[in-house]
């Protein structure tokens, strides 16, 4: 990409103007525009759309560059950049001087690194992204930013410097661009590295895919203190491990689901041995139903639940709880349970008179699919209609959702 080509007023008011537009149908009209080829301008279109929801600074910013999708997809949102950046600051309590992002990316993050350290290195071995993301950190205005054209293991062959922390995304994709979730299969393998960056830093911030498990990654890891999951609208996105130099006790975890409509944050925060020491109550649906939040049920608390909300677990395998006592501030949905019913046709319908539901199974023989051909419900309307099982039998439930 040639980005003067492409920060033509004429290219940039273009890429502007047809931002809605369907990038398929514009390569099949134009092969140029305003002489560049219409392959790079669409990407621009399609990256710039992806950035309207994910990154809504950048989309706001005049002339930035977009990469190709997948830069964009793996990148940070600026939600879950933001939170990195918040706890950072907060937990350390302390003026932070130099940080490394080993994985520079799209450079989200060293971007909001950037409004804490006083300088931020970037390193990105992809010298087209490399260019990019530089010229992007220029317009966005952040210049204690220095970029680095090279590989994680070669910077830190090379510099002889010490950093406040050193942060790692490493990529999750094979050579055959399928999705791996253990570190040690991800690049750079962070698991080889961990000893050369505790010689130059005494912090390691690792992010990792939210499909990896807790136990597996503190078994590659050394020296977990903390680890954060982090869910963005119910959506499970990041599972982030802070390692201290020195540190050989039980990480503390703290999970929390942040909203793309507000700055609420209401995080659980626990330890591995208080879920183990916790037991959890069972009881049949109650009133109430309650189901955790991704953040939770990714963090694994689920006697702890119980416990901390007075709530009883529908089922061990279950994770739904309930009570006779409506928990306002509980972080997940909540329901009211309106009547439980037989899973058929005549019983369902005779509540749903519209034909309309929202179905949802949760430890259930029945897919909501499946669940929904048995009843015969559509989807729509105000009222679910969930299946799960209990100790002894399974339940269907009408219900009105609350939160």
Request: charged letters at 30%; proline letters at 4%.
């Amino acid at each position: 990409m040639d980005i003067k080509d492409i920060l033509q007023s004429a290219v940039q008011d273009f890429i502007r103007q047809h931002e809605s537009d369907d990038e398929n149908k514009l390569l099949l009209k134009h092969k140029s525009i305003h002489g560049v080829p219409a392959s790079l301008v669409a990407d621009q279109i399609a990256g710039r759309r992806k950035a309207k929801l994910k990154l809504p600074s950048w989309y706001a910013t005049k002339n930035l560059l977009y990469p190709p999708s997948i830069n964009i997809e793996q990148s940070s949102s600026e939600k879950t950049a933001a939170y990195k950046t918040d706890f950072l600051k907060h937990l350390l309590k302390i003026q932070f001087k130099k940080v490394v992002d080993l994985t520079g990316g799209f450079g989200v993050d060293s971007f909001f690194f950037s409004s804490i350290f006083n300088e931020v290195n970037y390193v990105e071995p992809d010298e087209n992204l490399f260019e990019l993301v530089k010229h992007n950190h220029a317009a966005l205005g952040r210049l204690n930013i220095q970029h680095h054209n090279t590989t994680a293991e070669a910077f830190f062959s090379a510099t002889k410097d010490k950093f406040d922390l050193v942060y790692i995304d490493p990529s999750r994709r094979s050579k055959g661009n399928q999705k791996i979730f253990r570190l040690a299969d991800c690049t750079p393998d962070i698991t080889q590295l961990q000893e050369i960056i505790f010689n130059k830093a005494d912090l390691l911030l690792v992010k990792a895919s939210p499909m990896l498990d807790i136990l597996q990654g503190i078994k590659e890891l050394k020296h977990v203190a903390k680890i954060y999951i982090v869910a963005v609208d119910n959506e499970c996105k990041e599972v982030l491990f802070l390692c201290r130099k020195g540190h050989e006790t039980d990480p503390d975890i703290e999970a929390v689901d942040l909203k793309t409509s507000s700055d609420e944050l209401n995080p659980f925060r626990f330890s591995l041995s208080q879920e183990k020491n916790s037991v959890a109550d069972f009881s049949p649906p109650l009133r109430y139903l309650y189901e955790p939040n991704a953040a939770l049920l990714k963090a694994g608390a689920f006697k702890l639940i119980a416990q901390r909300f007075a709530l009883k677990k529908i089922q061990r395998h279950t994770h739904l709880y309930t009570s006779d006592k409506l928990i306002e501030d509980f972080p997940g949905k909540v329901f009211k349970i309106e009547v439980l019913v037989k899973a058929d046709a005549k019983n369902v319908r005779q509540h749903f008179p519209d034909g309309k539901g929202n179905v949802v199974t949760r430890n259930y023989p029945l897919s909501p699919e499946q669940l929904k051909k048995k009843t015969g419900l559509k989807d729509g309307g105000e009222k679910f209609l969930i299946g799960f099982s209990g100790d002894t039998k399974k339940f269907t439930a009408v219900c009105a959702r609350i939160k």
